[in-house]
């Protein structure tokens, strides 16, 4: 079983894929069909809204922001406030008041099971947070009279007013189990936050004796150790920041580089944005491909240390006739491309698709050949991932400590993505049974070095000037101060390739942009600039067009009629 699959497992063991039995036609991008006349909610998409909400959190519990938690269910009260305790929030009961944030008039008499009730205003919150958004809807309508961004679960039946005010959804069925795994979630990424921030300062951090377990709803296994499908031994996860850092002398630089192999798995279409061929040849930047921004990165590897590191792209049926299109531009370059076979081989135990590759390069002779000219381990590359590929340090820990096999994986609030993968040729081309490698390890590596392209929406942030390329790799625009990406939701008229580029005169300036959300016939203008909260939705039978120049500063668009406001 992948980590993806363990994590998708655990979401279905708190039911937060049953929706209600109708599902409003704004939340049906969230939903995977239905069964049974009841909506069932995508878990994926939950997964991805879950990272986008705790990222946010994260950000804000490092500038100690103020946390408002909302919550009408008496059955996780508890919960919450274990939550509250464990991270230090304090939390105010106001909101069971109207006018809780606007300081309107509250009646003189509030009745309640708890019996509070408050005629002051309350400290403004920075976020607020709540579990079952559709019955606090007046929370929600005053947090979003004030700006005040909104986290909170939201179900099938969700009026589209109510939706349209959550600033990050997070689709999901409230039951107590989901709640519970919610509520860990914050508080490990509120505590994580707090000790980092803690330990800048020089001061020890302490965690609540108390705070409550993930449990059985864990996202991912105890941070010592994880299990991947594919790899016979479990892994020791090793922090990136435990690896020694490798020394800058270039003739030390060169020597590690020359015993490396870079291999691209390239067997990945591009059907799921409606692209005709390799996801590969999807042009990125400048008219480059992400294989051209992977080759022009290797090459100019080699030609700044002075080493000799090849490139492999494997490619199967599907891929290998419109690879060969682009590596023809790079016939200068050692790029060398084969088939993958398919093989089927129960003595093999690698993870995921690299069995095939790895079985493939040992049949042609080309492990072998490899060896003969020194090379002692291969990088094989994640098919979706455009950020830089090599790391030295961890290549030199491998070498150093004689590991035979590395995962790299990135940790985002206790959910584990596997990304590159390191093996040692040897131990692949001699040993009649591959499945042995010693003891793997996996390195928990920096955010950074993952762009995964997986849907019209990521290329949009590519292709736009938030990022650069620079000798093919892609440079983040130093002019965002916010340090996470900008989140765009984009309705199905995006969803091929062809669509997305024909609606664009040029790809907008989001460097100032925090959420963006298109649905309907939208087209953009040149020049056009976003900023903040933009939320555009075109309705049906009317089309909206954005002026070339445009500048949408936190401004929801309903109709042609909104930009001349």
């Known amino acids: 079983m992948t980590i993806h699959s363990a994590v998708i497992q655990n979401l279905l063991r708190t039911n937060a894929h049953l929706g209600r039995r109708f599902a409003e036609n704004h939340f049906k991008i969230y939903t995977y069909g239905s069964r049974n006349g009841m909506t069932i909610i995508d878990s994926d998409k939950t997964l991805v809204c879950i990272r986008s909400a705790c990222n946010f959190i994260g950000n804000l519990a490092r500038l100690n922001a103020r946390f408002l938690f909302v919550n009408t269910n008496p059955l996780v009260d508890d919960i919450i406030d274990q939550m509250i305790k464990a991270t230090g929030c304090r939390n105010d009961n106001s909101w069971r008041l109207g006018g809780f944030l606007t300081n309107s008039l509250s009646p003189k008499r509030f009745r309640s099971r708890n019996q509070k009730f408050n005629l002051t205003s309350v400290n403004r919150p920075d976020c607020v947070v709540i579990f079952d958004t559709e019955r606090k809807s007046s929370v929600v309508l005053e947090a979003t009279r004030l700006q005040i961004p909104i986290v909170g679960l939201v179900d099938p039946s969700m009026p589209l007013e109510t939706f349209k005010k959550i600033t990050y959804p997070i689709p999901a069925n409230d039951s107590v189990q989901f709640v519970y795994l919610f509520c860990n979630l914050i508080t490990k990424t509120i505590q994580y936050e707090k000790k980092k921030l803690a330990e800048a300062k020089g001061i020890v951090f302490k965690e609540e004796e108390n705070e409550p377990e993930i ?66 040849a999807i042009e990125i930047s400048n008219g480059l491909t992400s294989l051209d921004l992977l080759a022009n990165y290797i090459e100019s590897l080699n030609s700044i240390c002075g080493c000799n590191v090849p490139l492999l792209v494997m490619n199967d049926a599907s891929t290998h006739d419109e690879t060969l299109k682009i590596v023809e531009k790079h016939s200068n370059k050692n790029i060398i491309c084969l088939f993958k076979d398919q093989h089927q081989d129960d003595d093999v135990k690698i993870a995921f698709d690299q069995k095939e590759a790895l079985l493939s390069l040992k049949k042609s002779g080309k492990l072998d050949e490899l060896l003969w000219q020194g090379k002692e381990f291969i990088l094989m590359l994640n098919s979706n991932n455009l950020a830089e590929v090599l790391d030295l340090n961890i290549l030199n820990h491998l070498i150093k400590n004689k590991i035979k096999y590395c995962m790299e994986i990135e940790e985002r609030f206790r959910v584990a993505t596997a990304m590159n993968t390191w093996v040692n040729i040897n131990s692949v081309a001699n040993h009649p049974e591959t499945r042995i490698f010693g003891p793997p390890i996996a390195v928990t590596v920096p955010k950074s070095k993952n762009l995964p392209l997986e849907e019209t929406s990521d290329l949009l942030i590519f292709k736009s000037d938030l990022y650069t390329c620079d000798k093919g790799v892609l440079t983040r625009n130093d002019a965002r101060t916010n340090p996470v990406n900008p989140i765009i939701e984009l309705g199905p008229e995006f969803e091929k390739v062809a669509d997305f580029e024909s609606r664009f005169k040029s790809i907008p300036s989001i460097i100032g942009l925090d959420r963006l959300t298109v649905s309907g016939d939208v087209w953009f203008g040149s020049g056009v600039i976003l900023k903040g909260l933009v939320s555009i939705n075109a309705r049906p039978g009317e089309k909206i067009v954005i002026p070339d120049g445009a500048v949408l500063d936190n401004k929801a668009i309903n109709g042609q009629e909104d930009l001349s406001e």
């Open 215 to 280: 449990g059985e709803v864990a996202l991912l296994p105890p941070v010592d150790k994880i299990k991947i499908d594919g790899v016979n031994d479990e892994l020791s996860v090793l922090p990136y920041e435990g690896l020694s850092p490798f020394s800058d002398d270039p003739l030390e630089i060169k020597e590690l580089l020359d015993k490396l192999v870079v291999v691209k798995i390239n067997d990945d279409e591009g059907t799921k944005m409606g692209f005709n061929g390799p996801k590969s």
